[in-house]
């Protein structure tokens, strides 16, 4: 089945600790994302990359760093800068603009 | 900076009624816009995409329609379900070049179909 994997699905982070949210996809598609959700709140854009090597800055990026090394994995770290990271991530994958985006199931991030 | 707004918030009808869903946008210069659906601790299914060329789409009992000169987009659900029960959100990607479509989202509108 084609889809998007993201794992864990609950993840704890202790006080300044960094952890890492794996995102697969097997779509073949170009272009990755994370988005954050928040209750009461829309989803906000992290990160995203459009190609292999290489990714750029969403509107919330501040405590947080990606990779894409492969097509089908974009990695996200929640580093110890990131002050708020409680929250529930969302990985997506689309090809070429204006084409449909598809999510995976989401990992939720929470700080003990 | 685009703007999405969906109305209601949360909406609760009985089981076998029509229902239509709003989504507002601010900047009218939008390749496509999205439905999705959310169940409580999951991910978002897509529903339907439509584009900008477009004036409806239509999916089993989903029809979503565009309006793009007034900055409207609305999800009609045809015969509710118990299992429509969800939060519906509405996206667009911004005006973006390069290949990536970065979304903006509405805050979704949490449905309730009761038996």
């Known amino acids: 089945d084609g889809g998007i994997t993201q794992s864990p699905k609950y993840l704890f982070r202790k006080e300044g600790q960094n952890v890492t949210l794996s995102c697969e996809q097997n779509?073949?598609?170009?272009?990755m994302y994370w988005y954050r959700q928040d209750p009461g709140q829309g989803l906000r854009l992290i990160y995203y990359s459009q190609i292999v090597n290489d990714f750029q800055k969403g509107d919330i990026a501040e405590g947080y760093s990606v990779s894409r090394e492969k097509k089908e994995s974009f990695p996200l770290t929640v580093t110890s800068a990131q002050k708020n990271p409680t929250a529930f991530y969302l990985c997506a994958s689309s090809m070429p603009e204006n084409t449909e985006a598809f999510f995976g199931q989401g990992t939720r991030l929470t700080v003990v | 900076k685009q703007e999405v707004t969906q109305i209601p918030a949360a909406l609760s009808v009985p089981e076998g009624e029509n229902l239509v869903l709003n989504c507002s946008f601010t900047?009218?210069?939008?390749?496509?816009l999205q439905w999705f659906r959310q169940d409580p601790g999951k991910g978002l299914t897509s529903l339907l995409l439509?584009?900008?060329?477009?004036r409806e789409q239509t999916s089993g009992r989903l029809n979503a329609s565009l309006d793009k000169s007034s900055g409207r987009s609305t999800l009609y659900i045809a015969a509710s379900q118990p299992g429509d029960s969800a939060t519906y959100l509405c996206?667009?990607?911004?005006?973006?070049?390069?290949?990536?479509?970065?979304?903006?989202f509405g805050t979704g509108t949490r449905l309730q179909v009761t038996l």
């Open positions: 779509l073949n598609h170009d272009a």
């Open positions: 439509i584009q900008s060329s477009q």
């Open positions: 900047d009218s210069a939008i390749y496509n």
């Open positions: 996206a667009v990607p911004s005006f973006n070049t390069g290949t990536a479509s970065k979304l903006t």
